[in-house]
């Protein structure tokens, strides 16, 4: 059964899970494998059962039900069909990079370059201003509204008031009426983008407090910001490729939501959002 199991590919895990008929208590450590399931290699049995709290023997009932014979066994499978989901990309007979290769290797200069512009105090100031927001909005359009309605989903799952405006005159509205109490993220790689750059200057006017993500601190955008944070501009690779654009900015995101979840209380309720999603599913797919 685990053989064609691949951890990188969640679809394939849903279709594992759901076939079975799992009592309540196991679906919990079925959700937690698709949720983390780099934290099974490095735990024991306690530790895991501790963590999602059910007990030792629920977890041996479900590795055995998924053709493991203990929970050790369950961790071998689990790590032996994430190694086989590896792909070696270098195939060119002439040792020169391929495209693959290229496009890996400007994504870990991005990455190395944003996260070498990354205040860790700074954004622990915008964990602070999400937590005490009444409200936090994401402003984006085009690729940046795509990024925004992602960012947006992340913070609705861990139970935090947001919303996404990826359209010119919805922006106008909401910061006609915005207030101090609320938080506007605002996402654009070059701070330029007229109509949103407008909607923050109404937006200021009206108390809201704004954090930037851009890869231009001079920008429009940054000079209107409370707190600006940079990002790796991807404009200097040839534009005739599609290089997604978002990336570093999407890299600053996951970030502050990994550091949201450090709290147990959002931690708990993305969980049983998920939690919900999933039996929604589950009962769904066993209809």
């Given at each position: 059964?685990?053989?064609?199991?691949?951890?990188?590919?969640h679809s394939?895990l849903?279709?594992?899970?759901?076939?079975l008929?799992?009592?309540q208590?196991?679906?919990?450590?079925?959700?937690f494998?698709?949720q983390?399931?780099?934290f099974?290699?490095?735990a024991?049995?306690n530790?895991?059962?501790?963590?999602?709290?059910?007990?030792?023997?629920?977890?041996?009932?479900f590795?055995?039900r998924?053709?493991?014979s203990?929970?050790?066994?369950?961790k071998?499978?689990?790590?032996?069909?994430?190694?086989?989901?590896?792909?070696?990309?270098?195939?060119?007979?002439?040792?020169?990079?391929?495209?693959?290769?290229?496009?890996y290797?400007?994504?870990?200069?991005?990455?190395?370059?944003t996260?070498n512009?990354?205040?860790i105090?700074q954004?622990?100031k915008?964990i602070q201003?999400?937590?005490?927001?009444?409200?936090?909005?994401?402003y984006?359009i085009?690729?940046?509204?795509?990024?925004?309605?992602?960012?947006?989903?992340?913070?609705?799952?861990?139970?935090i008031?947001?919303?996404a405006?990826?359209?010119?005159?919805?922006?106008?509205?909401?910061s006609s009426?915005?207030?101090?109490?609320?938080l506007?993220?605002?996402?654009?790689?070059?701070?330029?983008?007229?109509?949103?750059?407008?909607?923050i200057e109404?937006?200021?006017?009206?108390?809201?407090?704004?954090?930037a993500?851009?890869?231009?601190d001079?920008s429009?955008?940054?000079?209107?910001?409370?707190?600006?944070?940079?990002?790796q501009?991807?404009?200097?690779?040839?534009?005739?490729?599609?290089?997604?654009?978002q990336?570093?900015?999407?890299?600053?995101?996951?970030?502050?939501?990994?550091l949201?979840?450090?709290?147990?209380k959002y931690?708990d309720?993305?969980?049983?959002?998920?939690t919900?999603?999933?039996?929604?599913?589950?009962d769904?797919?066993?209809?």
């Amino acid at each position: 059964m685990f053989k064609e199991i691949n951890l990188r590919n969640h679809s394939s895990l849903h279709k594992l899970f759901y076939s079975l008929d799992l009592p309540q208590q196991e679906r919990k450590i079925a959700l937690f494998i698709l949720q983390d399931p780099q934290f099974i290699q490095s735990a024991n049995i306690n530790q895991l059962a501790s963590t999602i709290k059910v007990s030792n023997a629920t977890i041996t009932r479900f590795a055995r039900r998924v053709n493991c014979s203990s929970f050790t066994d369950l961790k071998v499978k689990l790590a032996a069909a994430a190694a086989s989901s590896q792909v070696n990309t270098i195939t060119n007979q002439d040792n020169s990079k391929t495209t693959a290769h290229q496009v890996y290797d400007f994504y870990n200069r991005v990455l190395s370059e944003t996260q070498n512009k990354l205040d860790i105090k700074q954004l622990k100031k915008i964990i602070q201003l999400i937590k005490s927001a009444k409200r936090v909005y994401f402003y984006g359009i085009g690729s940046s509204g795509y990024t925004s309605l992602e960012a947006t989903q992340r913070l609705l799952r861990m139970g935090i008031s947001a919303f996404a405006e990826t359209e010119s005159n919805n922006m106008f509205m909401t910061s006609s009426i915005i207030s101090k109490d609320d938080l506007i993220i605002a996402i654009s790689s070059t701070g330029s983008t007229d109509s949103l750059v407008r909607a923050i200057e109404l937006a200021k006017k009206n108390k809201a407090t704004v954090v930037a993500l851009t890869s231009y601190d001079n920008s429009p955008l940054a000079q209107l910001a409370d707190i600006v944070v940079g990002v790796q501009d991807t404009n200097y690779i040839n534009d005739a490729r599609f290089i997604n654009s978002q990336f570093s900015i999407m890299y600053v995101i996951d970030v502050i939501t990994t550091l949201l979840l450090k709290n147990n209380k959002y931690h708990d309720r993305m969980t049983r959002t998920i939690t919900s999603v999933l039996n929604e599913k589950y009962d769904a797919y066993n209809k």
